[in-house]
């Protein structure tokens, strides 16, 4: 089954600051890879997804960018930080077939201060 | 109207309890059911996942799905203190992305 590594656990950064927010998925290839954001009392909101190296999909418009450059790594980036930024950021990994479930990291809590 | 609808909660019960869950569907193309458990500050983690109409059991969980009424829910039997989480439902059509619910707050007290 596939393990997936997110660093760092907890992160505190100034409005305007640049974020670099890291996943690694280990124990599957080729797998599809997923950014949500986790606000307080909400439900999970999709940033952005990718099927393979280099592809990207954002489902939001907003301060955040994200990027794949090997099969198993995804970053989620920004240069100028928002105090909207704020929340709880999941990596999320789905291995290649269709039908399987959604597998989470233990995600970065990113407060914007 | 939200295309996965769950009770926000909070749910509180006592140790030994039946709990139920439920969340209600609008998308009849829907046809992959999870339910996740997320403790506090950790990321949401599998705990049952079927496909189609039907019950499917696991320990002291048993998920429910029926597509006839877009309505699926997730019982724990013999509740825990350890059961306390927020509890998620979640829903695809296949390759299509998963919706989830808002998620369930429970409390089960000693």
């Known amino acids: 089954s596939q393990t997936i590594h997110q660093w760092p656990a907890t992160l505190v950064q100034p409005v305007g600051s640049p974020l670099s927010l890291e996943c690694t998925v280990e124990?599957?290839?080729?797998?599809?890879l997923y950014w949500y954001r986790q606000a307080a009392g909400r439900g999970l909101q999709l940033l952005f997804y990718?099927?393979?190296?280099?592809?990207i999909s954002s489902e939001v418009p907003q301060n955040l960018s994200a990027s794949r450059p090997q099969d198993r790594q995804f970053i989620l980036s920004s240069k100028k930080l928002l105090l909207s930024d704020s929340g709880f950021y999941l990596c999320?990994?789905?291995?290649?077939?269709?039908?399987?479930?959604?597998?989470f990291g233990n995600g970065t809590r990113l407060t914007v201060t | 109207q939200k295309e996965v609808e769950q009770d926000p909660g909070p749910l509180s019960v006592p140790e030994g309890a039946i709990v139920s869950l439920n969340c209600t569907y609008s998308?009849?193309?829907?046809?992959?059911f999870m339910w996740y458990r997320q403790y506090s500050r950790k990321g949401p983690e599998l705990l049952m996942y079927?496909?189609?109409?039907g019950n499917k059991e696991d320990g002291r969980f048993t998920a429910q799905v029926d597509k006839s009424s877009k309505y699926i829910s997730l019982f724990i039997r013999d509740s825990q203190p350890s059961d306390s989480a927020t509890y998620l439902c979640?829903?695809?059509?296949?390759?299509?992305?998963?919706?989830f619910g808002q998620g369930t707050r429970l409390t089960i007290n000693p």
């Open positions: 998308n009849s193309a829907f046809q992959y």
């Open positions: 079927t496909y189609s109409s």
């Open positions: 999320a990994c789905r291995p290649g077939l269709y039908n399987s479930p959604l597998h």
């Open positions: 990718s099927v393979g190296i280099g592809q």
């Open positions: 979640a829903m695809s059509a296949g390759a299509q992305k998963l919706v």
């Open positions: 124990g599957t290839s080729n797998p599809n």
